[in-house]
């Protein structure tokens, strides 16, 4: 079975750590801790957050970490449990929503999906389920 929003085509790609080894799948999720948010390379190389969940399984989105004020790669504090960016301060929760300014919306969301133990990160076309509009980066 195959979601139709990642089915292939070149909205879809292969997450790959910083070395350009692709992500296997399970000993990432073996590896890391629950609630974990780490980087790996998504669509259109941007680094983008993969978020493991309780359940040791991933979270069915992954958050492209471009800061949408001006850029910046936005670090994940797991102290704060927010985004925070260290350009001009902008704030995003565990969700990517913006908690506080200048950033004007919220980090971009990519599908996450595991085939053949490999993450597949795939274009988020729907509605954002966070603002209950369309994403506003398509
Ligand atoms: Fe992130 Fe300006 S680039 S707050």
Redesign the pocket.
């Known amino acids: 079975f195959m979601p139709p929003s990642v089915a292939g085509g070149s909205n879809c790609v292969t997450a790959r750590d910083k070395k350009g080894i692709e992500v296997d799948a399970k000993k990432y999720l073996e590896e890391k801790p629950e609630g974990d948010r780490s980087l790996v390379e998504g669509l259109k190389g941007d680094a983008t957050y993969l978020i493991v969940k309780d359940d040791k399984t991933f979270q069915s989105y992954g958050l492209n970490a471009i800061?949408?004020?001006?850029?910046?790669v936005?670090p994940w504090s797991e102290a704060n449990n927010k985004f925070i960016?260290?350009?001009?301060?902008?704030q995003y929760d565990e969700e990517g929503s913006v908690v506080r300014?200048?950033?004007p919306l919220p980090l971009a969301l990519a599908h996450v999906d595991v085939q053949d133990n490999k993450v597949r990160l795939g274009l988020w076309s729907e509605v954002d389920f966070r603002t209950g509009e369309p994403g506003w980066w398509n």
């Open positions: 800061c949408t004020h001006l850029g910046c936005v960016c260290p350009c001009h301060g902008s300014g200048p950033a």
